[in-house]
């Protein structure tokens, strides 16, 4: 059944879609950048971080939650950082609720806001499903053109965790990735991902290759797969870079860490009528 006006809401003042599973799962997300803020798996604990600082304004990158980076990564391009997605009003397309959960399809086309900054046409979705013990994102964009365009992507997850030195990122053993705050490229060893100090890096992947990672804190275990996105940024500002955002409060760097499914290696390129999708999928572990 279409719950279109059922699950429109405010949020901290914004408009923004709820959504509720019969068996309890929640998440809510913002129309500007179809951007999560919330998302409680079934045993009702939240697991993303949200800034107690963000600021609700049109126009203004919320700090937290799952931003949708597109059609640029960080500052590979012309483009304001992150690209214009994030910022700018999606549509609520489709909602629904069924046994298995509750879905959300959001929509952002090309107009002349993004033609005047980026001359392609273009239809993104963002799909969101939530059930059980599970959220799933899927971002789809489409070359509504008739000339091919690419572009850079992902979605810039905030995992919640209790104490970011206390977690760890397993599943990236042994992966090439670009240091940001160095500019070189270096080898993971054999250990896990672990947060010590500033950590901006974009671990490269294989097209064809999916890849899963668990994010472990005493007591729980998340895990995040991530299929069509070769690549995956992990990000923490630390002390420093914290104090500088003033979105962000001082200590609250401890308390996420951003794995980021990612295309910037390879930005995706797209013939006109093409498609093309990326999904990330988090699982809260027994
Ligand atoms: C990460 C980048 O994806 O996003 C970082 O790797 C950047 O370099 C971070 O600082 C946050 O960006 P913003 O624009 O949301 O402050």
Redesign the pocket.
């Known amino acids: 059944m279409d719950e279109i006006s059922s699950v429109l809401t405010r949020f901290n003042g914004r408009s923004a879609v709820a959504l509720q599973a019969p068996d309890g799962a929640q998440a809510v997300l913002l129309l500007q950048g179809a951007q999560l803020v919330s998302w409680r798996a079934r045993d009702g604990r939240e697991r993303l971080y949200l800034s107690d600082s963000a600021v609700y304004a049109d126009g203004q990158?919320v700090?937290g939650g799952v931003?949708v980076?597109f059609p640029q990564?960080?500052k590979r391009g012309p483009l304001q950082?992150?690209g214009f997605a994030?910022v700018l009003p999606w549509t609520l397309e489709r909602a629904d609720v069924s046994r298995e959960g509750a879905l959300a399809v959001l929509r952002l086309e090309s107009s002349d806001i993004t033609l005047a900054q980026w001359p392609h046409r273009f239809a993104a979705e963002l799909t969101v499903n939530v059930s059980n013990e599970r959220l799933d994102v899927e971002l789809e964009v489409e070359n509504t053109g008739d000339a091919p365009l690419s572009f850079t992507a992902?979605l810039?997850t905030y995992l919640r965790v209790h104490e970011v030195e206390e977690a760890s990122l397993e599943g990236l053993r042994g992966q090439t990735y670009l240091d940001?705050l160095t500019g070189r490229e270096a080898m993971q060893g054999l250990g896990a991902v672990t947060v010590e100090d500033e950590v901006?890096?974009?671990y490269w992947g294989h097209p064809e290759h999916d890849r899963t990672l668990l994010l472990r804190e005493p007591g729980r275990t998340l895990a995040i797969d991530q299929q069509n996105f070769p690549d995956t940024?992990v990000?923490n500002?630390w002390t420093e870079?914290a104090l500088a955002?003033a979105d962000l409060p001082p200590s609250d760097f401890r308390r996420f860490l951003?794995v980021?499914a990612?295309a910037i290696g390879e930005p995706v390129q797209l013939a006109a009528g093409e498609a093309w999708w990326g999904r990330q999928t988090l699982r809260t572990q027994p």
């Open positions: 990158a700090r931003p980076v990564f960080e950082r992150h994030r992902a810039h940001s901006d890096r974009i940024v990000w500002p870079k955002m951003c980021e990612a």
